[in-house]
């Protein structure tokens, strides 16, 4: 899926979806890395680390403290959507 | 009293003091010449020793409170850097039939109240309920580097004024806010300004090297409690790492090169005891471990549990992890199950290195049998369980295998490209963050802090209302091509704030550092500036300005000179009425490689000729190695369409006798052009109108505006 490559914005502004980054770059081989745009109170639970695509549906996504983490993934209409283990579900749209 | 409350719920770290004498009408010279035992045989120098000092503060308006703790002083070539913790020392109340018994210490002998503080006296018939008290005993200095009870944590000191070199006089002055840590919230609730004129006093029982005392003043000058400070450790902070593993686990005690726990934590100044203790862990439920397995071994297995008497991480090596394939901080997040975060972590002694050309010289070994990457991930975990988190500035502890990995060379292969030390910014926060924020068993991981590095030369007041965002215009480049990047200044505050209106390189408030895949550092700053007048104006709530760099060359040469990752700083940074602030940014770009000799030929000219740079800024014929390094570079198609803008430029324009070719111009630019939105301004104004094409999708679907991007976001 290589739609998923570029940097990407998050549109979620749901409380379950604070522990993400603002942004997150996925690059071509397999790392990536994102950030808070402003001071958070919580650093994000992704920040630098590495992905993979284990197919359609699903993503595999270190964290900030280096655990491989298994997400649903969808891409949709320009929007990537992740839900993670707890049900949150976290939209980031396209940057330009 | 003045008490303010920090915006970013982190209590900022000490900037560096710098090297000054405590006099500065006292040249250092001089004062040296007057230290010829000839001249003033009788003078006694006096400087501050680095290290940690045991310290305590005792508030001149209550008898039931003192708070002990430590000071970090470190030096270095730059000045000082200190700050210190406090902890309030706990008071035992004495039950009145207790209390009349004479001889129960009703005070703690080494709290002697000071004259000028005119604490009362205390007269046990006048406690108001009968009721005596005294506190438990004090840190033994002889015990080195104490350590407290994690629940009796209060303030941080935020060391502003130190002594630097020396003085011939008996005291100094010390200034430091204090930052209140809220144990019920664990917020940081407020800030106060204090002073205190530290003297050189004999030191009690226990205390072998300097001592000092001196009373508190807050921001009015009043007299708010006395602070004692006694040297007690060259190291700043000391902490025990346990090695624990199954039988089949290597040990991670070093990299295989003689470097070791205690090496690698001296150079931060913390004092490690490293143990390596059980060698028969069983496997719980096969080879694999859950992250509530690990919890439960550290649990179970440790030599010491108690973290408010020693600073502990535990170390667990399995043949392999359930969460991640090398290591992991477990104790984080969910893994937390006790909710006592930080305490451990763990490696996969059995994970094969992929074999893949990345992973340089040990691809396809088993990790545990690979020592330097092996134990550079173990030191990386625990740099997680000390509260830090992924920093990519450079190859050192903090940056992940697989980064390090993909920037490796065949000249500078993976393992060997590792950077053997932790990041400046991350040594500092080692060294200065608040105790919560790095002992096991403090705050949740995941609690943030600036991840903003932190200049270590820097005396720039931090423009926290203000973000600054770095993004680049592509985010993969071709070697040779210049990268392009937009900046976003904008104020975040719901008040205005005095800020630079322009954030062009010409401005002069914008300068930078670009780091290489392999860590090196280059430097960007304006080659030409634009004096005429001072571009300082307010930024109201949510305003943002914005604008683009296009970088290629700095003061060391060329800034983008290999294939790989690198992280790029921009700092905007200005002067209000003589306090210089600063905001910064960063971002992270790849280079591609070559894709053919062709393109390398047309990168090699680029990247080594130097006018290309004046070319790029100023445009002219009379920069001939430039113009034909550019020229090189339009004729290769991978370089071509970055460009395109620059030559266009250059055509545009008159020069000596040459006039401007608007048509030749024009021509230039299509689809595939890269094109900043101030590049597409400029060649817009200077096409007059002529059709420019935009630039497609490398550049989005911007328009080319007419006036300044100045608006909200």
């Known amino acids: ?92 749209k396209k940057r330009p | 009293m003045k008490k303010s409350k920090p915006e970013n719920n982190f209590p900022p770290l000490p900037n560096e003091i710098p090297n000054t004498v405590e006099n500065p009408d006292e040249p250092i010279s001089r004062v040296s010449e007057a230290l010829k035992p000839t001249s003033f045989p009788y003078f006694k120098l006096r400087g501050i020793k680095c290290g940690c000092y045991i310290i305590n503060y005792t508030p001149a308006n209550s008898f039931f409170v003192t708070y002990d703790g430590t000071m970090r002083v470190e030096c270095h070539s730059a000045g000082r850097t200190a700050s210190g913790d406090l902890y309030q020392r706990p008071v035992i109340f004495i039950p009145p039939y207790i209390f009349k018994y004479p001889k129960w210490p009703l005070i703690n002998p080494e709290i002697k109240p000071q004259p000028s503080l005119e604490i009362p006296s205390i007269n046990p018939i006048e406690q108001p309920a009968d009721y005596g008290f005294r506190f438990s005993s004090p840190p033994n200095p002889s015990s080195g580097i104490p350590i407290f009870s994690r629940s009796r944590y209060r303030y941080y000191l935020e ?10 006089s008996n005291s100094f002055t010390l200034g430091f806010n204090r930052h209140r840590f809220d144990t019920a919230t664990n917020l940081w609730a407020e800030t106060e300004s204090f002073t205190a004129l530290m003297s050189w006093v004999s030191a009690p029982a226990g205390y072998t090297s300097d001592y000092l005392s001196g009373d508190v003043k807050d921001s009015s000058g009043k ?66 471990w859950s992250d509530a397995e690990l919890h439960a071994a550290m649990l179970a297995r440790r030599d010491s549990s108690n973290l408010d008497a020693e600073w502990r991480y535990h170390i667990l090596a399995a043949k392999r992890l359930d969460s991640t394939p090398r290591g992991i901080m477990y104790d984080a997040y969910a893994g937390d199950s006790n909710n006592i975060p930080r305490e451990g972590a763990a490696i996969s002694s059995h994970w094969v290195i992929p074999d893949e050309a990345e992973w340089g010289l040990v691809r396809g070994e088993r990790f545990g049998a690979a020592s330097k990457p092996y134990f550079r991930a173990i030191v990386h975990e625990t740099g997680h369980a000390m509260g830090l988190y992924h920093n990519t500035v450079d190859n050192g502890f903090m940056n992940t295998s697989d980064t390090i990995a993909a920037s490796g060379t065949s000249s500078n292969p993976f393992p060997d490209n590792i950077k053997w030390d932790f990041a400046d910014d991350d040594k500092k926060r080692l060294r200065h963050m608040p105790d919560v924020y790095v002992r096991p ?117 060329a800034l983008f000179p290999t294939s790989g990752m690198y992280n790029i700083k921009v700092v905007v940074e200005w002067d209000i009425k003589g306090q210089m602030r600063k905001v910064t940014g960063n971002t992270q770009i790849m280079v591609t490689g070559a894709v053919d000799a062709a393109h390398a030929n047309a990168a090699f000219e680029i990247l080594s000729t130097p006018d290309t740079l004046l070319t790029l800024v100023l445009g002219g014929d009379h920069l001939k190695d430039g113009v034909n390094a550019i020229q090189k570079a339009l004729d290769n198609p991978v ?75």
């Open chain 2, 441 to 557: 068993g403090g705050l949740a991981f995941g609690t943030s802090y600036s991840t903003q590095p932190i200049s270590p030369t820097d005396l720039s007041d931090e423009a926290v209302e203000l973000s600054l965002t770095v993004s680049g215009l592509l985010n993969v480049v071709p070697i040779g091509a210049p990268v392009r990047i937009d900046l976003k200044l904008k104020n975040l505050s719901s008040y205005p704030v005095m800020a630079p209106s322009d954030i062009s390189l010409k401005s002069g408030y914008v300068s930078g550092e670009i780091i290489d895949p392999l860590g090196n550092s280059r430097t960007f700053s304006p080659l030409v500036l634009c004096l005429e007048e001072e571009k300082i104006d307010w930024l109201h709530p949510d305003q943002v300005i914005s604008n683009s760099l296009t970088l290629l060359r700095g003061g060391e040469g």
């Open chain 2, 159 to 168: 060391v502003t004024q130190i002594l630097e070199y020396f003085t011939l």
């Open chain 2, 223 to 288: 007299v708010v409690g006395r602070l004692t400070m006694g040297w007690v450790s060259e190291y700043l902070r000391k902490a025990t790492i346990e090695i624990d593993r199954v039988k089949a686990s290597e040990a991670p005690l070093n990299n295989g090169a003689g470097l070791g726990w205690q090496e690698v934590f001296k150079k931060v100044g913390w004092q490690i005891n490293a143990l390596e203790s059980n060698s028969d862990l069983t496997e719980p439920t096969g080879e694999s």
């Open chain 1, 1 to 92: 899926m290589n739609e998923i490559l570029g940097l990407w914005e998050k549109t979620t502004t749901e409380k379950c979806g604070e522990i993400y980054p603002d942004e997150i770059f996925f690059k071509e081989n397999n790392l990536y890395s994102a950030q808070n745009l402003k001071p958070q109170k919580m650093h994000p639970v992704w920040d630098v680390g590495t992905y993979k695509m284990m197919d359609e549906k699903s993503i595999k996504i270190s964290t900030s403290n280096d655990a491989v983490i298994d997400y649903a993934v969808k891409l949709e209409n320009n929007i990537l959507s992740f839900t993670d283990n707890t049900g949150c579900k976290i939209n980031y």
């Open chain 2, 639 to 713: 370089l071509r369409p970055h460009y395109a803008h620059i030559e266009a430029k250059r055509l545009a324009q008159n020069f000596g006798k040459r006039k401007a070719d608007l048509s030749k111009a024009t021509k230039l630019i299509d689809d595939t052009s890269v094109m900043s939105n101030d590049e597409k301004r400029k060649i817009t104004a200077l096409t007059k109108g002529k059709s420019v094409k935009d630039g497609g999708k490398q550049i989005g679907d911007a328009k080319i505006p007419k006036t300044q991007d100045v608006g909200s976001d």
